[in-house]
């Protein structure tokens, strides 16, 4: 059984409702860091606990909140990104629907931290009764005295607001998160300036998703040092992993990134294994803008050594062989699924939530959509694979933001591990609409050069 | 501003000495030439813009004095500030000419490859961009992106289907007029720019975003269809207007006034006053003043020797500018080998006889004349 750390009382009766979160122990961080601790030792602890931002690109949390501009008479602000958007990644939906007061102990303890003496909830419009949730929440914490004017007596305010998005991906980045923050259009802004330099209204901002604020808990409860004992290397802690396809046991999971993606696949207390008793072909393990693996791949790094879950193990290799962990998406395709219709319905995605401010990403996702499409339907060319290489590499950090990095590489990943399911698409149109390119040899053992 | 010390910067080993707070691409166009990025978005004058079309992307090998290292990805030298001590690959480097090709390509798959009808055709900055950084064919074989044309007010006509969504127009109404009724709509690459709930604009400055447009998009209805810009002679001209500078450009075709645009500078933009603010002209000067009567010429106004519009007047009616060339300061002194003069064999090609100074259609007469 895996260490718990945020899920563990998600099932106690309740424990949506302020007095079963007391009683359960919840907000004793809020009083051990008001009471005992300065905001800069609470940095020094996240700093300490090697916490990492969970979402997506894995910035560790405590260097980002060290970077925060403290100029005189400027409001600082903290926001938190609930604009979880990406296809196949659900945890913070989970985090917030059964937890709500986890993640207002973790911002009010971020907010005293970082000076923020209001801080925004950024909540994807989707997640209209979550919203709710929060706000009764929100209203619950005030009625007893932990939000507000002089919390706990310590002298320091902070007021907690939910603003809800209108459903754009794009608002998930933080700069974009900004902007739409702010009533405007939800467009990535251009960096520098950082947002802890300028962020919302030109202040200073720091912008954290919801599970890195929700870690902030346990650090100051149990201490940064004991923290970064959890896991292994750099992957300090736990990790929600929102594991879906074709497995058994669809849901959220708390894992201590110690266990291999071997047994995150096959052990009945995670996914228990491959639905209707079929074979792994591939995986996303970190939502839709990671890059694909195949089985042989996922399983064992190129280097013949087990791949464990975590941010290390699932980027070894870079690109070539490897992946990323992202925000914990991890989705399995089994044997029946066609990699090109997948990688199709991503490169859709994209095109659909591309904010048309910069070209490489507004006409080529577009483009790439185009052609992926063809090819699903039996009219591509042997051409359109490598022209779909040309164009996703022509995207791919030449934009302002990193949707376009997000929309090339599935795509690249795609072509560079699965090409001969591209080309057989191109070869045989009518077998291809028909039925199903299989496993194939994606799940062979891989062959590992020996030196000498 | 003369007490700030000046920051070194090297492009395409060309050293220029800028202020601090200069982007790159300020810098570059310091140098001239073909050493200056390309811009479709990044407009001076306007507050915020750039950073969109990407086709300015430059590559920086070297941060600065304090902190060597290169940048690891191509920067949009638009928005990027120069440091102490920077060097900045432009057309030296295979990695941004690449990325720009890409970006041309990109930017031209859902823009009607249809120039002869255009009424921007010769003054159109993407039809500049494609003649010097595109390919010949293109690799897009899906239907094209296409929209309605709208009249927004009496006097501007937008056809989205031509927009490359530069967004300044979007700032010019912005900066210029007080009321925010002209943006975009939707997002990717259905993004369209509108007004709201198709309003027509109605303020004395909005003639201006004619003049910002790279492209056909927004174009002068009083002057659309009526001729091609290589057939008009620019000149300079003035007038006392309540509501703005009063300088201006008249495209002219004998007497007839054609179309009143504002002062552009060899960047496509528009010109600075002496006191440092901009000349955007007023609706009245655009739209309704088309009478020679109406101003007081100036003298003919000087055009780039490259652009089309210089071609139609060798009379030297127009003043025409000669492009820095740059070549042989990006190759280190080294000039350019000839591998045949074209002067020594040809008998019509004689570099000192300005096109410009003969008058009327030329002769073979005109080039032997005086040849011994």
Known sequence: ?452 | MSEQPLLTVTIDNITVQVPAGTSILQAARKVGGDVAPPAMCYYSKLEGSGGKCRTCLVEVSKGSEKDPRPMPKLVASCRTNVMDGMEVKNITSPRVTDARAGVVEFLLINHPLDCPICDQAGECHLQDLSYEHGKEGTRYEFQRRTFKQHDLGPYIQLHMTRCILCYRCVYTADQLTDKREHGILDRGDHAEIATLIEKSLENNFIGNVIDVCPVGALTDKTFRFKNRVWFLKPENAHRECPDCCGKVTLWNRGEEVFRVTARKDEWGEVESLADGSTAWICNTCRFEKKKSSDWVIEGPRKISRHSVISQGHYEGKVGTTIPTETFSAVHGGRKPKLLMDIHSVSEVNRPEIQLSQIAGPSTGNDFTTGKD
């Not at chain 1, 090109?340 to 991503?346: F, G, S, W």
Request: with cysteine; hydrophobic share 35%.
């Open chain 1, 1 to 452: 059984m895996g260490m718990k750390l945020l899920l563990e009382k998600a099932h106690v009766e309740g424990i949506r409702h302020f007095e079963a979160y007391r009683r359960e122990g919840g907000y004793r961080s809020v009083e051990k860091a008001l009471k005992e601790m300065s905001p800069e030792t609470i940095v020094e602890e996240v700093k300490k606990s090697g916490l990492r931002g969970r979402g997506g690109a894995g910035f560790p949390a405590g260097m980002k909140w060290s970077f925060i501009a403290k100029p005189e008479g400027v409001p600082r602000h903290l926001v938190c990104n609930a604009d979880e958007s990406e296809p196949g990644t659900f945890k913070d939906r989970y985090l917030m629907e059964f937890l709500p007061h986890l993640l207002l102990e973790g911002l009010i303890v971020s907010s005293y931290a970082l000076g923020s003496h209001a801080t925004y909830i950024y909540i994807r419009g989707e997640y209209a009764w979550i919203a709710t949730i929060l706000e009764t929440a929100i209203a619950e914490a005030k009625a007893n005295g932990m939000l507000g004017n002089n919390i706990l007596g310590s002298g320091f305010d902070c007021e907690i607001y939910v603003h809800r998005g209108a459903g754009a991906y794009i608002c998930g980045e933080e700069t974009a998160l900004i902007e739409s923050l702010e009533g405007k259009r939800g467009n990535p802004r251009i960096k520098p300036p950082f947002p802890a330099i300028q962020g919302v209204w030109m202040r200073p901002t720091v912008v954290n998703n919801v599970e890195t604020l929700a870690a902030v808990v346990p650090i100051i409860i149990m201490g940064g040092e004991e923290y970064a004992k959890i896991g292994v290397g750099k992957s300090t802690g736990t990790k929600l992993i929102s594991a879906c396809g074709n497995i058994n046991t669809p849901g959220v999971y708390e894992i201590d990134m110690t266990i291999s993606v071997e047994e995150f696949i096959y052990s009945d207390e995670y996914c228990g294994g491959i639905a209707n008793g079929k074979r792994l072909k591939a995986c996303i393990p970190g939502g839709s803008s990671v890059p694909i693996l195949p089985a042989n791949l996922l399983l064992k790094t190129a280097k013949g050594e087990t791949r464990y879950m975590n941010y290390e193990s699932l980027s070894d290799g870079g690109f070539v062989s490897g992946s990323m962990m992202g925000s914990g998406g991890f989705i399995v395709l089994d044997e029946d699924q066609c990699i090109v219709k997948n990688t199709y319905t991503l490169a859709r995605f994209y095109r659909h939530e591309s904010c048309g401010q910069c070209s490489p990403c507004r006409e080529g996702t577009g483009w790439m959509e185009k052609i992926l499409w063809r090819l699903e339907n039996g009219e591509g060319k042997e051409s359109d694979i490598d022209l779909l290489w040309d164009i996703q590499r022509r995207i791919e950090g030449n934009t302002i933001c990193p949707l376009g990095d997000a929309a090339a590489w599935p795509v690249a990943a795609a072509i560079r591990h699965f090409r001969d399911e591209f080309e057989w698409h191109v070869r045989e149109p009518q077998e291809a609409k028909r039925r199903n390119y299989g496993l194939a040899h994606y799940a062979d053992p891989i062959h590992v050069p020996v030196a000498g």
